[in-house]
């Protein structure tokens, strides 16, 4: 009987990451996959499942207008309970920080089902930033039975926090899956309007900045930033998907309505991010998703927080910590329009996020995890 695996997703960053791993569980005689929404994100994560040909079999809607963690865990909590209850699945996989992933983990250690955590073990060690996934993550790792996590570094955080090294498998990074499979697939826009802005005149810079952390000050700093580059940089444009939250989005207009070259726009389609990653000169973002996926395509990755879980990237010359002083991020910003060599060493790097098979991993470590098959080799 084949063993029946319940895929949880809810924001577009985990559907995003999750797609590649729920298609090699498709793609398994063993296994039988579940996909379930939570709907914490509903525009946005509908997009993405568009994307990738995939309709959930069970779909939670949690999402309300402006709603607090506290609201998306007190509704997700007993829904889930229920699922659990009506699906029986042997094993729930969750993905990274979110409090989908944290509501599905709870529910399931208190229904006896297995959890599989999906990008495990990466740390800031600092409860607050990035919040909450800092604390989502940690609890998560601590409800799971089975960890794949993305490289050597996290499984060593893992194990240090008393895992099993049995229990962790190390596989890469799904982002990285996700990326080139759709970077490989799409050619062409599917928003027409973004034509100017993504192929106009002049160097790109795709900007994003979301960080609850971030929301006030420091989104401000990130938008003083873009404006003061903009009037720098006479051959610079900016793409800047906004984000739908309105404490988010009534900063960066304020600061950036009718500035020179800056384009605004909603909440872009993933093939149309991965166009825009693939056309920019480099890229500014606050986003866990852009540190791993930009890379794949040689784009220098200037990461709009104080700390990131992703240190790796930054080891690895792929990522550079500019925070959101405005000062300082348009310095490290006029350091890689202005110096060629900078910015090819950082475009050239390898990206240490994965090879584009990490999806098979988890799945070949999911039967492994069953009895039903060997055990794969680590990512290195």
């Known amino acids: ?58 779909d939670l809607d949690i999402m309300r207008p ?24 042997d094993l729930v996989l969750v993905h990274g920080d979110t409090s989908t992933g944290f509501v599905a983990s709870l529910a399931s250690f208190y229904s006896g089902v297995k959890v599989g955590h999906v990008e495990a073990g990466l740390r800031t060690h600092d409860k607050l930033n990035p919040f909450p996934e ?41 982002a990285v899956d996700a990326v080139l499979t759709t970077a490989a697939r799409v050619d062409e826009l599917e928003d027409e309007k973004l034509c100017d802005a993504i192929y106009g005149p002049g160097r790109l810079l795709l900007v994003t900045a979301h960080r609850r952390e971030s929301i006030g000050a420091g989104i401000r700093g990130i938008c003083e930033a873009v404006r003061s580059i903009l009037r720098d940089y006479k051959d610079v444009r900016v793409l800047f998907p906004v984000h739908p939250n309105p404490r988010v989005s009534k900063t960066v207009h304020e600061i950036l309505d009718g500035v020179a070259r800056c384009h605004l726009t909603g909440p872009m389609s993933y093939p149309d991010m ?22 794949s395509l040689r784009k220098p990755v200037l990461v709009l927080r104080k700390v990131t879980e992703r240190p790796e990237g930054v080891t690895a010359g792929t990522l550079k910590l500019a925070g959101v002083d405005p000062v300082e991020v348009r310095r490290l910003a006029g350091r890689l329009l202005e110096d060629k ?13 994965g090879d584009g098979e990490a999806s098979g991993r988890i799945k070949d470590a999911i039967l492994d995890f069953f009895g039903l098959g060997p055990r794969p080799g680590d990512y290195e």
């Open 1 to 58: 009987m084949k063993k029946k695996v319940m895929a949880v997703f809810g924001t577009r960053p985990d559907t995003i990451k999750m797609m590649p791993v729920v298609e090699a569980i498709k793609g398994s005689a063993e296994l039988e996959l579940f996909a379930l929404s939570t709907g914490q994100h509903r525009q946005m994560l509908d997009d993405v499942l568009r994307v990738f040909g995939v309709e959930p079999d069970m």
């Open 66 to 89: 402006d709603q607090s963690l506290a609201d998306i865990v007190t509704r997700g909590l007993p829904a889930m309970m229920r699922a659990l209850d009506e699906v029986g699945p």
């Open 134 to 174: 800092e604390m989502n993550r940690k609890l998560i790792g601590s409800l799971a039975d089975v960890h794949f996590a993305p490289l050597k570094t996290h499984k060593a955080n893992l194990v240090a926090e008393g895992i099993r090294p049995e229990a962790v498998f190390v596989t890469g990074n799904t």
């Open 274 to 295: 991965v166009m825009a990653m693939k056309s920019a000169y480099f890229c500014m973002s606050d986003s866990g998703g852009i540190q791993e996926e930009a890379p």
């Open 341 to 353: 060599k900078e910015y090819e060493r950082m475009a050239q790097s390898r990206n240490p996020f």
